[in-house]
């Protein structure tokens, strides 16, 4: 399944259907909305990097299925963003 990782810890998974028509051999991103409870992160290390500025790593690993012409294929993924606030 696919997994949400903050700072290393796991806090929650990930399943999402959307479709998206994609140009051949374009580039693209995939909009992913999460929610998270500053309790399952840990309220206080969470607010420490939140306002010091540092923000958090978030971390997505699972698989993107991809169809194409009718035939299913599962993309692997493991994608680290850093989030800062306000952004």
Known sequence: SDLITID???VGKLSQD?????????????????????KDLGL???LGNIFSGKG???????NIRVAVHGITMNIPVDHVEQVKPGK
Do not use: Q
Request: charged share 25%; glycine share 6%; proline share 6%.
């Open 8 to 10: 290393g810890k796991a």
């Open 18 to 38: 959307r479709e998206m028509r994609i140009e051949p051999r374009a580039e693209f991103t995939v909009p992913v909305e999460i929610a998270l409870s500053l």
């Open 44 to 46: 206080f290390s969470t």
């Open 56 to 62: 958090l790593s978030v971390r997505f690993t699972g």
